[in-house]
């Protein structure tokens, strides 16, 4: 007879029928039942993921685990993110350390397949599930792991467990509030859907009737930040073009507001003259961050962002994405040397056009407007 752990591993990489999925799902779960629970988000929280960790905590609230706490090592840092936190009431807890949270049991990873490499203490602490949507480079570590390509967000595959686990009801407020960061997740995976599959159309279908419309339409108000606009502005200004490829450096940026280089570059693939677009900046005064944008069918983003960074030196792709976009960020390393910020804007400019150029058109960079770094 096999132990639930093996059981659990048979439903692996889209193996079986969403509903048998949805079974392994909950009989891992179980292992946590009476226990505690973080599900761990990694990177910037986007709307996906955080609807993502509201739908596992419901689900196991359901199935006995007696406390999930949902944990970020990063900030929030779109304005929309915070505004989907605020207006639903949500309760994240940042924290650099697993340790920091009180005795936890096992982790949970929704929206990712790897633990946030900057998150401390937590080698030790089994990895009870993963649920993502995103190519792994290697096989994901958990007892139960869910991984489809063939869904635009995770929050469909968590539309399959809930209707199989535990369906939500429009009667309860809660469960209206889970529909409605769902919905909001699947849209902003899928830009509005115009990248979702069959599958994320069916995910939506079932939650349509039970999420509050009028906070879903807030939330999903497409308003520009006054610092989007100057980050857009620096773009603007310092935009490079080479055939159907354009690049853009727009210096400094604040870590809280990093997804403004994201927001410049949904901007510039605008163009109509170009395909495929690449935004960058200093994050933090320690990364190298940034933005790919494409409608070229030929560009893999994850795929040419490794060809043009490569990894580090655990072997991990600085950079990934899915068929439209993609990002990157990078150690400073050495060229935070630099004296002063236009010497390290400078290093950082060349670097990056070198590779940039390099790896789209086969060109060494040329002297171009060179982004003033802001003070």
Known sequence: MLSMSESAR????????????????????????????????????????IASALAQAHIAARLGVAKTTIGHTHDLSHRENRALVKLLGLELRKMKSVKEIDSVDFIALVDAHEVEPDLVDAEAIEILTVVDHH?????????????????????TIFVDYLNELAPLSSESEDDRRIA???????????????????TDFRAAAHIA????????????????????MDVIARALSALVVRRNFAMS????????????????????????????????????????????RTHSASVDPGAWLEQAFGNDERGRAYGGGRRDKG??????????????RASLWSLVEHAMRTALLKTMTGEEPTTGVMVTPPT
């Open 135 to 155: 190519r792994a480079a290697t096989p994901p570590r958990g007892r139960f792991v869910d991984l489809r390509l063939d869904v635009g967000a995770t929050a």
């Open 327 to 340: 990002g990157f960020r990078i150690p400073i390393g050495f060229l935070g040397r630099a004296t002063d």
């Open 10 to 49: 048979r439903h692996l990489v889209n193996s079986g029928p969403p509903a048998d999925r949805a079974r392994a799902f909950a009989e891992a779960l179980s292992a946590a039942r009476g226990k505690h629970l973080l599900i761990a988000l990694r990177g910037h929280p986007d709307p996906d993921a």
């Open 249 to 292: 450096g727009v210096g400094f940026v604040p870590d809280s507001e990093r997804d403004t280089i994201g927001q410049a570059a949904d901007f510039l693939i605008r163009r109509e003259d170009i395909d495929t677009v690449v935004v960058y900046g200093v994050v933090g005064e320690k990364f190298i961050e940034g933005s790919l």
């Open 209 to 228: 009737e039970i999420c509050d419309r009028d906070l879903l339409q807030n939330l999903s108000r497409h308003l520009i930040a006054p610092r989007a």
């Open 180 to 198: 409605t960061a769902m919905m909001h997740g699947l849209s902003t995976d899928t830009d509005d859907f115009t990248l979702a599959h069959a």
